[in-house]
């Protein structure tokens, strides 16, 4: 047996195959590559994410960058905060014993998340909010730690506020605003060396863990090391060790602190994960790495796209253009876009993204948006509005096309007709009145006349629906018996060219009744005019001038008709306007 | 502060409905319903905002709306009914008209009725478009052309009016008991009387200039013949049915589709409308005509959201007055109710003090303090 597949939009077609032309198995499988967009709880994500995106992007770009950078700030915080909620939510259905068959993949997504969590606040606090000349780098990382060891902390206070407030106030003196960085080490220095001074004296002895935490106080490494299990990750260690050892540590010194801690932590036996070499390229502040590694370790372009999209903007990315033209941000964007497009919800989110590249963002949208299915009007309408926004009018007539073909086939012809009008497509149009028209010659009568009556100005949009609706106006009228008016429009509709040349005949015989009545209707130049449309029927030249004399008609005119009665209906034709012409002329 | 909660549902919502509460309580409602569109499984759900009257200032989540019970769709709702405390009734892309019945002890729902082909063509379903009730009756109304009359608990249809239209009807409200108010994909409106045999309309309506699609219609709580639509072009009409082919007024509310127009069903001198273009108005008429540029300067905007970044607000008064039927001119304001930057609001509701709102974005939204 073989495997045959085919590469989809977002996923690939599977099939069993034999080769042979019999006996084969007759499914197709669908293989989803992206399963995470299928989740309830990620589709949160997607949506807020969406929501920040878009405000971020029309923050302006004219703002001085002072301006900005608290603005950026505040994003990356919504970013975190949409992420923490996602996680938390995440945590909480992993933890409902109902839910146990789903377990493995929720538990795999809180890991997920937890990641993108992690990863999202380092970065953001790495390349976002701090400033790298200024020193209190050791403090947001403690804060990024903070955030996800909470208990640790707690446990942490409680331990320490037992301890000699003396030594703690001076400490805690972190610094501020308004201390410089000399002033602080100053400070530092001075109180550790009281901690050390009191571990020389060995004032902790009598107790065993004083004597710990004064050590660890100092940055007493190896005693660290002993709480492996509290520090639970060897990047909580490095925040330890810089807090206790290098509170002033420069951003530049980081990554060598991190391979050190790093080293220190993990056992020689344990393979470094895919985040930890990420975190180090954090450290290093290679932000393309960083990038690359995390492209390559997620399946969904989502976190990717998202923090290019905020570094680009923070102007911290290099734009390069890569082999096939777009920069790196516009590629990712496009990568999750398209990806979002293949849901069968979440392809409204994706247009905006597309909207946000402006390089290839537009021929993208213009080749999925036709493929979203159109199952009821109202998604078609939400379509065609999205495409009329940007000014994609094929877009807009395919569809409206589709629509109408779709109504037309269900003999909705005013459906097809109002889809016609959104599109402004004249040849439809026609087609509608064609149909209309063709009703009306096989059954005698018109069907739906709510739509013919009240065509409004939509009857300019063609021609053959001017004349359906004029036709029907004559109808009317002559309806009202108001018969001179009547014929004044029916004899316009020809001589105005309005009326086709197929119906021609169809009006000279409407005309009849009109020439029959006792008072006389049409007048002489009328009638004239009417003899000469239907010479003009018959021998299928050009508009006769009005002087010409009238001609016997004797011969069999050189079009078909559909009428056999022909020669015998125009006989009688002639007959009567030659009547009519007479009682005219009689009468003076 | 008064805000706006927006609760996030992964599911696009198309409707949005409050349950009604008894008129002679003056309690603030605390459930509603909504209904999904474009999802693989529909769904409707039933949410419970809690205790009204307990605001606390830290907790930013007080109010966040709680599922109660959820249940199985076949296809978009498209729209979305109390016919009592206990029954909804849906229309489906499907065609099909559902009952569903909310049992209160259990917190769960159940289907109670089901017409499965309400709505068809020849050859296949065709969606219902609209549903509206006065119970035990229930109007739909669909793409097919169609008007049927059902009643709750009897099986079968009570009437239909076949070929009603020629294009898909959109909308549809109760004029009198006996009397409804249809509109279509052509820009008619067409006043319908159950008590006449036949298909025939008894009046129809439109614009004399272009006749744009109309969405959403509704009728003033107290005047049984005034009516405002809503369309593709956004704009608001109110119309006086009695009076004939002229619109009292017009006015430009929304750059694109407007989906819903509410009359307030207690205080009528407030009207709301949602639109494809993602805002939510409040419409408010005012008997003061003196100074409307004063009154043009009330900003009030609004909106506490986990993620949204705090928009401009905007307030536009208006060209023209807004007439509430009894021909005093009085100036007119609206105010934007939601944050710039959404997807398209698909449905709204509102009752005494609350308003309940559903968007493209997945997302809920919910205002227990709209000052009316």
Known sequence: KHLGFVWGPGDILVYETIYKASGGCPFVHEVRKDEDIYSPILRKLFNESHHIFVGLQRIREDLPSKNKKPQFVSISKNYRSVIRACMEELQQVAGIPSLSTLKGFISMMSHLSLWCKQNFNIFCTLFVVCDPLAGSLVLHLLDWVRLHKADVDEKAREVLASESPAEHQAYWDVPGETQTLTEFDVKWRHWREEVDHCLQDQSFASNRHLEDICKILVGDEDVL?????LLSTWYHFLVTRLLFSHPTVKPTELHYYAQSSMHMFLDTRSVPEPLDSILLAAFEFDIHQVIKDCSI????????GHLTDLLDHCKLLQSHNLHFGSNLREFLLLE?????FTHHSLWQLAVDYFDHCPEFGRVYLELQIERVPLDTERKALKVIRICEQRQMTEQVRSICKIMAKKALRNNRLGSALSWSIRAKDAAFATLISERFLQDYCAKGTFSDLDLIDNLGP???????????????????LYGEKRFSDAAKLLLSLMTAKIAPHSFWMTLLTDALPLLEQKEVIFSADQTHELMFCLEELTSGKSVPTPDRPMQVLGYTPPYPLSNVCFPFNLLIHCFIICSNLYSCLARG | MDGINAKYVSKKISKTRWRPVSSSSLQQPDIFATGSWDNEDNSISIWSIGENGVSSMDDEFEGDPQLLCEYKHNGDVLDLQFLDQDRIVTASSTGAVTIFRHHHNSQTLSVSQLWERAHHYPCNN????GVVCNSPEIVTVG??????????????????IEMADSSAIHAVTFLRTTEILTVNSIGQLKLWDFRQPGNEPSQILSLTGDRVPLHCVDRHPNQQHIVATGGQDGMLCIWDVRQGNMPISLMEAHTSEMWEVHFHPSNPGHLFSCSEDGSLLHWETSSNTDTPSLQGNRIKLLIIS???IAPAGGNQSLINA???????????????????QMLSVNSLDVLGQCLVCGTDGEAIYVNRYVPI
Not at chain 2, 126 to 129: G, V
Request: with cysteine; aromatic share 12%.
């Open chain 1, 336 to 340: 999750y876009a398209s990806g979002l």
């Open chain 1, 225 to 229: 090391l002993e709480y492996k299990e």
């Open chain 2, 306 to 308: 986990r993620s949204a």
């Open chain 1, 297 to 304: 370790a997620l399946n969904n372009w989502w976190f990717v």
């Open chain 1, 458 to 476: 939509a009857m300019l949009l063609s021609d053959r629906l001017t004349f359906l609706g004029k036709y029907r106006e004559f109808h009317r």
């Open chain 2, 322 to 340: 807004w007439l509430t039927g009894d021909s005093s001119k009085g100036h007119l304001e609206t105010t934007h109710m939601l944050p710039s």
């Open chain 2, 143 to 160: 793409e097919d052309g169609r008007i049927m009359l059902f009643r709750a608990d009897q099986e079968g249809v009570l009437r239909t």
């Open chain 2, 126 to 129: 065709a969606p219902c478009t």
